[in-house]
Protein backbone atom coordinates (compact mmCIF):
# COMPACT_ATOMS: atom_id res chain seq x y z
CA UNK A 1 0.00 0.00 0.00
CA UNK A 2 1.44 3.81 -0.61
CA UNK A 3 -1.05 4.94 1.32
CA UNK A 4 -2.93 4.08 5.17
CA UNK A 5 -6.64 5.52 4.84
CA UNK A 6 -8.07 2.88 6.63
CA UNK A 7 -7.85 -0.61 8.59
CA UNK A 8 -10.08 -1.43 5.96
CA UNK A 9 -7.67 -1.72 3.33
CA UNK A 10 -5.58 -4.28 5.79
CA UNK A 11 -5.04 -7.83 6.18
CA UNK A 12 -4.41 -9.64 9.50
CA UNK A 13 -1.02 -10.26 8.79
CA UNK A 14 -0.34 -6.65 7.60
CA UNK A 15 -1.92 -4.84 11.24
CA UNK A 16 0.63 -7.80 12.90
CA UNK A 17 3.27 -6.12 11.14
CA UNK A 18 2.25 -2.17 11.56
CA UNK A 19 2.07 -3.66 15.48
CA UNK A 20 5.24 -5.88 15.50
CA UNK A 21 6.92 -2.83 14.11
CA UNK A 22 6.14 -0.44 16.29
CA UNK A 23 7.56 -2.57 19.33
CA UNK A 24 10.87 -1.23 18.62
CA UNK A 25 9.75 2.53 18.92
CA UNK A 26 8.08 1.68 22.44
CA UNK A 27 11.91 0.34 23.45
CA UNK A 28 13.36 3.55 22.06
CA UNK A 29 10.74 5.63 23.34
CA UNK A 30 11.25 4.39 26.94
CA UNK A 31 15.18 5.28 26.73
CA UNK A 32 16.42 8.64 27.83
CA UNK A 33 17.39 9.68 24.08
CA UNK A 34 14.54 8.51 22.21
CA UNK A 35 16.22 9.55 18.84
CA UNK A 36 17.16 7.62 15.06
CA UNK A 37 17.79 9.28 12.16
CA UNK A 38 15.57 6.66 10.12
CA UNK A 39 13.68 9.52 8.49
CA UNK A 40 16.65 12.41 8.42
CA UNK A 41 15.96 14.43 5.29
CA UNK A 42 12.67 13.73 4.62
CA UNK A 43 9.86 15.97 5.35
CA UNK A 44 6.67 15.30 6.97
CA UNK A 45 3.56 17.48 6.88
CA UNK A 46 0.47 17.11 9.27
CA UNK A 47 -2.32 19.32 7.97
CA UNK A 48 -5.38 19.22 10.27
CA UNK A 49 -8.94 20.19 9.17
CA UNK A 50 -10.08 19.14 12.58
CA UNK A 51 -8.80 19.65 16.13
CA UNK A 52 -6.12 17.74 17.86
CA UNK A 53 -4.44 17.05 20.52
CA UNK A 54 -3.66 13.79 20.97
CA UNK A 55 -3.20 12.56 16.71
CA UNK A 56 -1.10 15.78 15.68
CA UNK A 57 1.23 15.81 18.87
CA UNK A 58 1.92 11.93 18.35
CA UNK A 59 2.33 12.00 14.81
CA UNK A 60 4.96 15.69 14.84
CA UNK A 61 6.63 13.66 17.85
CA UNK A 62 7.03 10.48 15.72
CA UNK A 63 8.28 12.15 12.86
CA UNK A 64 10.60 14.36 14.57
CA UNK A 65 12.36 11.22 16.80
CA UNK A 66 13.21 9.38 13.47
CA UNK A 67 14.51 12.83 12.31
CA UNK A 68 12.17 13.74 9.69
CA UNK A 69 11.50 17.65 9.23
CA UNK A 70 8.07 17.87 10.16
CA UNK A 71 5.73 20.92 9.77
CA UNK A 72 2.08 21.25 10.76
CA UNK A 73 -0.91 22.96 9.02
CA UNK A 74 -3.73 23.97 10.48
CA UNK A 75 -6.48 25.00 8.49
CA UNK A 76 -7.63 27.46 11.31
CA UNK A 77 -4.70 29.50 10.14
CA UNK A 78 -4.43 28.76 6.60
CA UNK A 79 -5.95 30.00 3.20
CA UNK A 80 -8.70 27.92 3.57
CA UNK A 81 -10.00 30.31 5.91
CA UNK A 82 -9.56 32.81 3.08
CA UNK A 83 -11.64 30.27 0.29
CA UNK A 84 -9.18 27.82 -1.11
CA UNK A 85 -10.55 24.09 -1.94
CA UNK A 86 -9.17 20.99 -0.32
CA UNK A 87 -7.94 19.98 -3.78
CA UNK A 88 -5.81 23.15 -3.93
CA UNK A 89 -4.80 22.72 -0.92
CA UNK A 90 -3.47 19.63 -1.42
CA UNK A 91 -1.88 20.40 -5.01
CA UNK A 92 0.01 23.20 -2.85
CA UNK A 93 1.07 20.47 -0.55
CA UNK A 94 2.17 18.16 -3.18
CA UNK A 95 4.21 21.22 -4.97
CA UNK A 96 6.72 21.27 -1.69
CA UNK A 97 7.58 18.15 -1.93
CA UNK A 98 6.50 16.79 1.28
CA UNK A 99 7.89 12.64 1.88
CA UNK A 100 4.39 12.16 3.80
CA UNK A 101 1.50 13.99 4.48
CA UNK A 102 -0.61 13.51 7.45
CA UNK A 103 -4.43 14.74 7.20
CA UNK A 104 -7.62 15.04 9.30
CA UNK A 105 -10.31 16.26 8.21
CA UNK A 106 -13.76 16.57 9.03
CA UNK A 107 -15.62 14.73 5.92
CA UNK A 108 -15.37 10.95 5.13
CA UNK A 109 -13.16 10.42 2.02
CA UNK A 110 -11.36 13.97 2.12
CA UNK A 111 -8.19 11.72 3.00
CA UNK A 112 -8.12 9.44 -0.51
CA UNK A 113 -9.07 12.56 -2.06
CA UNK A 114 -5.82 14.12 -1.24
CA UNK A 115 -3.79 10.78 -1.54
CA UNK A 116 -5.65 10.68 -5.57
CA UNK A 117 -3.96 14.00 -6.45
CA UNK A 118 -0.06 13.62 -4.81
CA UNK A 119 2.43 11.96 -5.03
CA UNK A 120 3.85 11.10 -2.01
CA UNK A 121 2.23 8.42 1.05
CA UNK A 122 -0.87 9.80 2.71
CA UNK A 123 -1.63 9.13 6.23
CA UNK A 124 -5.46 9.24 7.46
CA UNK A 125 -5.34 10.92 10.66
CA UNK A 126 -9.04 10.61 11.18
CA UNK A 127 -11.74 11.28 8.78
CA UNK A 128 -15.09 12.55 9.50
CA UNK A 129 -16.82 9.49 10.33
CA UNK A 130 -15.00 7.38 8.11
CA UNK A 131 -11.54 5.74 9.64
CA UNK A 132 -9.11 6.75 12.38
CA UNK A 133 -6.61 3.66 11.22
CA UNK A 134 -3.48 4.57 13.29
CA UNK A 135 -5.89 5.04 16.24
CA UNK A 136 -7.71 1.26 15.77
CA UNK A 137 -3.94 -0.05 15.69
CA UNK A 138 -2.71 1.72 18.85
CA UNK A 139 -5.74 0.39 20.96
CA UNK A 140 -4.71 -2.75 19.85
CA UNK A 141 -0.61 -2.40 20.99
CA UNK A 142 -2.00 -0.91 23.91
CA UNK A 143 -3.97 -3.66 24.27
CA UNK A 144 -1.53 -6.31 23.79
CA UNK A 145 1.20 -4.62 25.79
CA UNK A 146 -1.48 -4.79 29.11
CA UNK A 147 -2.57 -8.63 28.11
CA UNK A 148 1.20 -9.43 27.77
CA UNK A 149 1.65 -7.92 31.14
CA UNK A 150 -0.63 -9.99 32.95
CA UNK A 151 1.11 -13.12 31.35
CA UNK A 152 -1.42 -13.56 28.50
CA UNK A 153 -0.43 -14.38 25.27
CA UNK A 154 -1.35 -11.70 22.87
CA UNK A 155 -0.75 -12.38 19.34
CA UNK A 156 -4.59 -12.19 18.47
CA UNK A 157 -7.43 -11.91 20.53
CA UNK A 158 -9.36 -15.03 19.94
CA UNK A 159 -11.65 -15.29 23.13
CA UNK A 160 -11.55 -11.57 23.95
CA UNK A 161 -14.95 -9.98 24.20
CA UNK A 162 -14.33 -6.11 23.31
CA UNK A 163 -17.46 -3.61 23.79
CA UNK A 164 -17.01 -0.20 22.56
CA UNK A 165 -19.54 1.95 23.56
CA UNK A 166 -20.96 5.37 23.01
CA UNK A 167 -21.82 7.67 19.86
CA UNK A 168 -21.13 4.61 17.15
CA UNK A 169 -22.97 6.44 14.48
CA UNK A 170 -20.17 9.67 14.61
CA UNK A 171 -17.28 7.53 15.63
CA UNK A 172 -14.62 6.69 13.11
CA UNK A 173 -12.40 5.38 15.81
CA UNK A 174 -15.15 2.68 16.43
CA UNK A 175 -15.26 1.65 12.52
CA UNK A 176 -11.45 1.40 12.94
CA UNK A 177 -11.28 -0.56 16.17
CA UNK A 178 -13.57 -2.36 14.80
CA UNK A 179 -12.46 -3.53 11.73
CA UNK A 180 -8.87 -4.16 13.37
CA UNK A 181 -10.54 -5.95 17.04
CA UNK A 182 -12.10 -8.65 14.68
CA UNK A 183 -9.23 -8.99 12.17
CA UNK A 184 -7.24 -9.87 15.20
CA UNK A 185 -9.96 -12.31 16.47
CA UNK A 186 -11.78 -10.04 18.93
CA UNK A 187 -15.82 -10.79 19.99
CA UNK A 188 -16.92 -6.76 19.30
CA UNK A 189 -20.14 -5.72 20.91
CA UNK A 190 -21.18 -2.20 19.58
CA UNK A 191 -23.30 -0.58 22.18
CA UNK A 192 -25.29 2.75 21.74
CA UNK A 193 -28.58 4.55 22.00
CA UNK A 194 -30.67 3.59 19.03
CA UNK A 195 -30.20 6.75 17.47
CA UNK A 196 -26.65 6.95 17.82
CA UNK A 197 -26.02 3.45 16.08
CA UNK A 198 -25.60 3.34 12.69
CA UNK A 199 -28.26 0.97 10.80
CA UNK A 200 -27.02 -2.37 9.10
CA UNK A 201 -23.53 -2.05 11.38
CA UNK A 202 -24.60 -5.99 11.99
CA UNK A 203 -23.42 -6.66 8.28
CA UNK A 204 -19.99 -6.02 9.69
CA UNK A 205 -19.64 -8.76 12.10
CA UNK A 206 -20.82 -6.70 15.05
CA UNK A 207 -22.83 -7.39 18.21
CA UNK A 208 -25.16 -4.73 18.91
CA UNK A 209 -26.77 -3.68 22.12
CA UNK A 210 -29.05 -1.11 23.16
CA UNK A 211 -28.37 -1.95 27.15
CA UNK A 212 -25.07 -1.13 28.33
CA UNK A 213 -25.22 -3.56 31.08
CA UNK A 214 -26.13 -6.47 28.93
CA UNK A 215 -23.44 -5.37 26.83
CA UNK A 216 -20.91 -5.54 29.55
CA UNK A 217 -21.68 -8.96 30.61
CA UNK A 218 -18.89 -10.84 31.00
CA UNK A 219 -16.83 -8.62 28.89
CA UNK A 220 -12.80 -8.31 28.95
CA UNK A 221 -12.58 -5.06 27.85
CA UNK A 222 -14.42 -1.91 27.69
CA UNK A 223 -13.91 0.63 25.46
CA UNK A 224 -16.02 4.18 25.91
CA UNK A 225 -16.37 6.77 23.39
CA UNK A 226 -17.67 10.57 24.03
CA UNK A 227 -20.58 12.17 22.60
CA UNK A 228 -19.54 13.67 19.27
CA UNK A 229 -21.89 16.79 19.35
CA UNK A 230 -20.21 18.40 16.86
CA UNK A 231 -21.56 16.19 14.41
CA UNK A 232 -25.07 16.18 15.42
CA UNK A 233 -27.64 18.25 13.81
CA UNK A 234 -31.40 17.93 14.09
CA UNK A 235 -30.68 14.83 15.79
CA UNK A 236 -31.17 13.17 18.96
CA UNK A 237 -29.14 15.09 21.32
CA UNK A 238 -29.10 13.73 24.41
CA UNK A 239 -28.20 15.81 27.31
CA UNK A 240 -25.27 14.86 29.36
CA UNK A 241 -27.12 13.52 32.91
CA UNK A 242 -29.18 11.24 31.06
CA UNK A 243 -26.45 9.88 28.38
CA UNK A 244 -24.48 9.25 31.72
CA UNK A 245 -27.57 7.73 33.53
CA UNK A 246 -27.93 4.77 30.88
CA UNK A 247 -24.44 4.66 29.04
CA UNK A 248 -21.66 6.16 31.47
CA UNK A 249 -18.78 3.74 32.84
CA UNK A 250 -19.31 4.00 36.49
CA UNK A 251 -17.47 1.65 38.91
CA UNK A 252 -21.26 -0.50 39.51
CA UNK A 253 -21.36 -0.68 36.27
CA UNK A 254 -17.90 -2.16 35.44
CA UNK A 255 -18.98 -4.90 37.74
CA UNK A 256 -21.36 -6.71 35.00
CA UNK A 257 -17.85 -7.38 32.70
CA UNK A 258 -15.01 -9.40 34.22
CA UNK A 259 -13.33 -8.74 37.10
CA UNK A 260 -10.58 -7.71 35.75
CA UNK A 261 -11.99 -6.18 32.82
CA UNK A 262 -9.66 -3.15 30.97
CA UNK A 263 -10.73 -0.17 30.14
CA UNK A 264 -9.91 2.13 27.19
CA UNK A 265 -10.82 5.60 25.98
CA UNK A 266 -9.33 6.92 22.44
CA UNK A 267 -9.56 10.38 24.46
CA UNK A 268 -10.68 13.12 24.49
CA UNK A 269 -12.92 12.03 27.58
CA UNK A 270 -15.62 14.04 29.02
CA UNK A 271 -15.70 12.93 32.84
CA UNK A 272 -18.97 12.09 34.38
CA UNK A 273 -20.43 11.53 31.12
CA UNK A 274 -19.40 9.00 29.01
CA UNK A 275 -16.88 7.77 31.86
CA UNK A 276 -16.48 8.08 35.90
CA UNK A 277 -13.08 9.62 37.14
CA UNK A 278 -12.76 6.42 39.67
CA UNK A 279 -12.77 4.07 36.82
CA UNK A 280 -10.93 6.42 34.20
CA UNK A 281 -8.21 6.44 37.09
CA UNK A 282 -8.44 2.47 37.81
CA UNK A 283 -4.39 1.45 39.01
CA UNK A 284 -3.70 -1.95 36.43
CA UNK A 285 -7.33 -1.88 35.02
CA UNK A 286 -7.10 1.57 33.11
CA UNK A 287 -5.22 1.25 30.12
CA UNK A 288 -5.91 4.99 28.55
CA UNK A 289 -2.40 6.38 29.06
CA UNK A 290 -0.91 3.83 27.65
CA UNK A 291 -3.46 3.93 24.88
CA UNK A 292 -1.63 7.57 24.33
CA UNK A 293 2.11 6.14 24.78
CA UNK A 294 1.43 3.69 21.58
CA UNK A 295 0.25 6.37 19.70
CA UNK A 296 3.63 8.02 19.02
CA UNK A 297 5.40 4.27 18.50
CA UNK A 298 2.37 3.28 15.57
CA UNK A 299 2.57 6.92 13.86
CA UNK A 300 6.82 5.92 13.85
CA UNK A 301 5.71 2.74 12.38
CA UNK A 302 3.47 3.93 9.55
CA UNK A 303 5.50 6.76 9.05
CA UNK A 304 9.01 4.35 8.80
CA UNK A 305 7.14 1.79 6.58
CA UNK A 306 5.03 4.18 4.68
CA UNK A 307 8.24 6.09 3.25
CA UNK A 308 10.38 2.80 2.80
CA UNK A 309 8.99 2.50 -1.15
CA UNK A 310 10.77 6.64 -1.49
CA UNK A 311 13.58 5.22 0.26
CA UNK A 312 14.43 2.31 -1.70
CA UNK A 313 13.35 -0.30 1.31
CA UNK A 314 10.85 -3.25 1.20
CA UNK A 315 7.89 -1.32 2.15
CA UNK A 316 5.66 -4.14 3.77
CA UNK A 317 8.04 -6.94 4.39
CA UNK A 318 8.06 -10.13 3.20
CA UNK A 319 4.57 -10.74 4.97
CA UNK A 320 2.85 -8.51 2.70
N1 LIG B 1 -8.02 10.08 19.94
C1 LIG B 1 -7.88 11.17 19.20
O1 LIG B 1 -7.95 11.13 17.95
O2 LIG B 1 -7.63 12.32 19.92
P1 LIG B 1 -7.38 13.76 19.30
O3 LIG B 1 -8.68 14.21 18.67
O4 LIG B 1 -6.95 14.63 20.46
O5 LIG B 1 -6.31 13.63 18.25
Known amino acids: HRDLIGIGQLKRHEIL ?25 LTVINAFFENSTRTLLSFEIAGKRLGADVVNMHAATSSVKK ?3 LIDTAITLNAMRADAIVIRHGSSGATQLIADKVDCPVLNAGDG ?43 RVARSNLLCLQALGATVRLCAPPALMPTGIEAMGAEVYHDFEAALDGADVAMMLRLQTERMSG ?13 GLTKQRLANAKPDA ?34 VAIRMAALDVLTRRGRGVDGWGAAA
Open 17 to 41: FLLDEAEQWVTLNRQPTKHNDLLAG
Open 83 to 85: GET
Open 129 to 171: QHEHPTQGLLDALALRHALRERGEAADDFTGLVIVICGDILHS
Open 235 to 247: QFIPSAREYHHLY
Open 262 to 295: LVMHPGPMNRGVEIDSEVADLIDRSIITRQVEMG
